[in-house]
């Protein structure tokens, strides 16, 4: 059973720093790319990083550059989003998820809150 457990969210001052962790089980994480999506309210889900099976590619939103990094450790089956000079705009849910053949795979979601 594929599982993606997100981690790591929480209330941070603007300026501040988060890493968030993505757990993931059930499938062979290092056959897949990775993505981190989010969420704010009353706005439509939005992709913020990727990253290619082996982490040798990534890719970045615009909003995020510069600010985000995306990584990954396959012995670990985890994805990681480091998060550098949050704005109260990156208030949102973040999300892990990954694709296969037509399906799209989903963890539950960690809340990142930038608020002084």
């Known amino acids: 059973q594929v599982q993606l457990v997100e981690s790591g969210g929480g209330l941070v001052q603007p300026g501040g720093s988060l890493r968030l962790s993505c757990a993931a089980s059930?499938?062979?994480?290092?056959?897949?790319?990775m993505n981190w999506y989010r969420q704010a309210p009353g706005k439509e889900r939005e992709l913020v990083a990727l990253i290619t099976s082996a982490g040798g590619n990534t890719n970045y939103g615009d909003s995020v550059k510069g600010r985000f990094t995306i990584s990954r450790d396959n012995a670990k089956n985890t994805v990681y989003l480091q998060m550098n000079s949050l704005k109260p705009e990156d208030t949102a849910v973040y999300y892990c998820n990954f694709r296969t053949l037509g399906m799209a795979y989903w963890g539950q979601g960690t809340q990142v809150t930038v608020s002084s």
């Open positions: 059930g499938f062979t994480f290092r056959n897949y790319a």
